[in-house]
C-alpha cells in the first residue's frame, strides 16, 4: 500500500502544469488575426537581453499559429510580456534556545534567525486586445530566473517558459 501511495504522489507531482493559464470569459479568440508584441516600457531605449530573448521566443512560437505579425497600431492583440519579482529567503529558520526558570525568575537565550532575501523572477505574457485595452489571456510560468543563471540556461529557459505558455492559447472550452 505504500508504494502505492508514493507511485500515486510522484505521478500527480508530475501533472502539475509549468504555467498558470486565465483568460476573459466569453472572449472569441477565434476573432483575432493579428498581434503585436509591445514591450514593457523601458527607463532607456535599449531593451534588455532577457526582454530580448522573450521577444524572440514570442515571434518562434507565435509563427506557428494563426495570428500574423503586424505593426502596433494595427494589430488586433498586443502581446505584453513583463517579469514579476518573487521575494525568497535563503539561510537558516531553525533556532536554539535554553532557559532556566526558578523562584519566580527566568533566564533564557536563542540563537537568531540567519539568511538574507533575494529575489528571483517569474515570467508573466499577457494578450491585449488593442480595442478594449483589457486583458483576454494571460499566462505566469511557475518556473523562474535567478541571478546565476548562465547565459545558455537563461535563453533555453525562457524559451521554454514561452513554449509551455503558449501551448495554451488559444484556451479550449471547459
Partial sequence: MRWF??????????????VVVDHRAGTDFGSYRTYAIDPPEQDEKALSLD???????????LA???????GEDGA??????RFVPVEKFQGSTLQFGFGWFGNGYGLSTSTPVEGETYKEYKLQVAFV??????VVWEATSRDTLYESLSSERRAKR?????????????????
Avoid at 526582454?51 to 512560437?61: C, H
Avoid at 506557428?64 to 503586424?70: E, H, K, M, Q, V
Avoid at 525562457?158 to 471547459?174: E, F, Q
Fill in 5 to 18: 501511495a508514493l507511485f500515486l504522489a510522484v505521478t500527480l507531482a508530475g501533472c502539475v502544469s509549468p
Fill in 158 to 174: 525562457i524559451d521554454a517558459m514561452v513554449a509551455d505558455m503558449l501551448k495554451r492559447y488559444p484556451p479550449t472550452a471547459s
Fill in 129 to 134: 486586445d488593442r480595442g478594449t485595452k483589457k
Fill in 64 to 70: 506557428g499559429r494563426p495570428l500574423d505579425s503586424a
Fill in 76 to 81: 488586433d492583440l498586443l502581446v505584453r510580456y
Fill in 51 to 61: 526582454g530580448q530573448r522573450v521577444q524572440e521566443a514570442l515571434q518562434r512560437e
